[in-house]
Structures are given as structure tokens and as C-alpha cells.
């Protein structure tokens, strides 16, 4: 099993900056995949940013591009998602996951594994 805690959540005005950390145990891999979704009330989660291909490729969703950074620290197990520009609709809470798929989309449906989420509220 895999446990996953998100931290650094929290609430800023628009244009400020978050960094998301998502610390991971347990069976681990360099081979998953791994990322940030996020969801807002009455929308579906959907993939913010993905690691896959051990590290080789990165995905980001279009309304991120520019603005979001995903990371890693393999020696520390942790993945981060730094947040610029943050812009009210960034507003949801967000999860990291990791998939035991090397070549993994950004469906939520890839995922097994889920932290519980930590809430980003930007207001304007």
C-alpha cells in the first residue's frame, strides 16, 4: 500500500503563490506515475500536473501551463506543485495521486492511490 499526505494548502489573494507538498511511504516506485488533481464543488477532479515515464515526460493541463511547476524529491519521497499566479478559478481542493501505470494519462481513473487533499481557496 501507499499512503500520501498533502500540505501547504491554504487561502491567497489572486496573483499570490502556493507550494503544494505531497509526502509519500510505503511501496513505492520510480516507475509510478505521479501528479496533482484537483476538483472543485460541482465539477469533476481533473489532472492538474503529471510525472510518467520515470520522470521523463510531464504533463500539464492547459489552464496551468505558465503558471504551475511539478516536482519531485526522490531521496525525500515528496512531490511539490508550485503555484504562481494563482486566479480564483485555481479555487478547489487538490490531491496528490500516484499510479502503478508507467505510461499513465491524466485520468483520475489511472490513479490508485489518493491523499486525502488539501484545500486552495484564491480570492480576487
Known amino acids: 500500500q501507499v499512503q500520501l499526505v498533502e500540505s501547504g494548502g491554504g487561502s491567497v489573494q489572486a496573483g499570490g503563490s502556493l507550494r503544494l507538498s505531497c509526502a509519500a511511504s510505503?511501496?513505492?516506485?520510480?516507475?509510478?506515475?505521479i501528479g496533482w488533481f484537483r476538483q472543485a464543488p460541482g465539477k469533476e477532479r481533473e489532472g492538474v500536473a503529471i510525472?510518467?515515464?520515470?520522470?521523463?515526460?510531464?504533463y500539464y493541463a492547459d489552464s496551468v501551463k505558465g503558471r504551475f511547476t511539478i516536482s519531485q524529491d526522490k531521496d525525500k519521497n515528496t512531490l511539490y506543485l508550485q503555484m504562481n499566479s494563482l486566479k480564483p478559478e485555481d479555487t478547489a481542493m487538490y490531491y496528490c495521486?500516484?499510479?502503478?501505470?508507467?505510461?499513465?494519462?491524466?485520468?483520475?481513473?489511472?490513479?490508485?492511490?489518493w491523499g486525502k487533499g488539501t484545500q486552495v481557496t484564491v480570492s480576487s
Open positions: 495521486a500516484r499510479s502503478r501505470y508507467y505510461d499513465c494519462t491524466a485520468s483520475a481513473t489511472d490513479f490508485a492511490f
Open positions: 510505503g511501496a513505492t516506485y520510480s516507475t509510478d506515475c
Open positions: 510525472i510518467g515515464r520515470g520522470g521523463s515526460r510531464t
